[in-house]
C-alpha cells in the first residue's frame, strides 16, 4: 500500500488540531494571544516546555522569528500538560460538529484500532515529535484515540521528511521556494504562512536558479524535479515500515474506513482548502469512496 496515500487518508483527520474553531477557543481560554501562539503551544507540548530554539530545529520550515512569536511565552500562559488537554478538547469538539454521530461509530472504533497498530509501529529513533507523541497515553473514547495514532504517524512521517530535505541539501527556506515552485503555491502565501522576510526568500530562490534547481523563479528544472521527486520517495520509503506490519488487508481496510470520514472532514473544514503543506486530497478521497 502507497504510504503516501494512506498520508492522506489520515491527515485531514489529524489537522481538526489546528485552527477550528474548537481549537481556537480552546487555547483562546488558556490565554493565548494570536492563533500562532495556540499552534506552537499544542503541537509543541508533547515535548515539554521546549525552548524555541528547538522548536525551529523540529519544525524546519517555520521562520524562527515565527516561533519567537509564541515560545517561550506560551509555557508562562500555560503548561504543556495544560496545551496537551486543550488539545484533545479542541479535537473533540471540532470533530463531534463535522462528523456528528459518525465519532461513536463501530467504524470509526475499527479504524482507531487499525491506527493504533500501525502507530505502535510508527519509527521513533531520531524522530522527536514522533516519538513525543508516541508516548503519550492514548484516550480512550474511539475518536481521539484514532486521531492521537493519526498524530503520530503524522509526526513520524514529518520527522522522516525532514530527514529526506536535509539529505537534499536543502535549508528551511530553499525548502519553501522549491516547495512552491513545485505545487504552484504563490510565494506571497508561503512567505505569509511561514514568515519568510522578502530579502531571504529572494537570497535562497538565487541560490536554487545557481545550484540548477530552479530554471527560473518559479519553475522547476529537471534537476529539481528529480530532487522533489527523491525527497518524497526517501520520505514514503521512511514511512512505510506501519503500513508493512499492518499488511495489505489492514491497509485496505484502514482507507475504506478512513477515507469517508476525510471526505467529510476535508469539505467542512475551510483552513486546510489552503494549505502551506500543498495538501488537497479531496479529489483522491472522493475516488475512494465511490
Not at 529513533?125 to 498524530?151: I, K, M, V
Request: glycine residues 6%; negative net charge.
Amino acid at each position: 500500500m502507497d504510504p503516501r496515500l494512506l498520508w492522506q487518508c489520515f491527515e485531514p483527520y489529524h489537522t481538526v488540531t489546528y485552527f477550528t474553531p474548537e481549537s481556537i477557543a480552546e487555547t483562546d481560554a488558556l490565554g493565548c494571544r494570536g492563533r500562532w501562539m495556540g499552534y506552537f503551544g499544542m503541537r509543541a507540548a508533547p515535548l515539554g516546555a521546549a525552548p524555541e530554539w528547538l522548536v525551529t530545529s523540529l519544525f524546519y520550515n517555520f521562520h524562527p522569528s515565527r516561533v519567537r512569536r509564541a515560545l517561550p511565552e506560551a509555557w508562562t500562559v500555560a503548561s504543556p500538560e495544560d496545551f496537551l488537554a486543550a488539545r484533545l478538547r479542541g479535537v473533540d469538539g471540532a470533530l463531534r460538529r463535522m462528523l456528528g454521530d459518525a465519532v461513536s461509530s463501530p467504524e470509526v472504533a475499527e479504524a482507531a484500532d487499525l491506527a493504533r497498530t500501525a502507530a505502535s509501529w510508527a519509527p521513533t529513533a531520531g524522530r522527536p515529535l514522533g516519538a513525543a507523541n508516541a508516548a503519550l497515553p492514548l484516550p480512550p473514547e474511539p475518536h481521539l484515540s484514532l486521531w492521537q495514532s493519526a498524530t503520530t504517524l503524522r509526526e513520524s512521517r514529518g520527522d522522516g521528511h525532514v530527514a529526506a530535505l536535509v539529505t537534499a541539501g536543502l535549508d528551511p527556506v530553499e525548502t519553501l521556494v522549491v516547495f512552491a515552485a513545485d505545487t504552484g503555491l504563490q510565494p506571497d502565501y508561503m512567505r505569509t504562512a511561514r514568515q519568510v522576510p522578502d530579502e531571504e526568500w529572494a537570497a535562497a530562490e538565487q541560490r536554487m536558479l545557481e545550484r540548477d534547481v530552479l530554471s527560473a523563479p518559479g519553475t522547476l528544472s529537471d534537476e529539481g524535479r528529480e530532487l522533489r521527486d527523491s525527497v518524497e520517495a526517501l520520505t514514503d520509503e521512511a514511512a512505510a515500515a506501519p503500513w508493512a506490519e499492518l499488511g495489505e488487508q489492514g491497509c485496505a481496510r484502514f482507507v475504506e474506513l478512513m477515507a469517508p470520514l476525510s471526505l467529510t472532514i476535508t469539505r467542512l473544514n475551510d483552513r486546510m482548502r489552503v494549505n502551506p503543506m500543498g495538501l488537497a486530497p479531496e479529489g483522491v478521497l472522493a475516488a475512494l469512496v465511490d
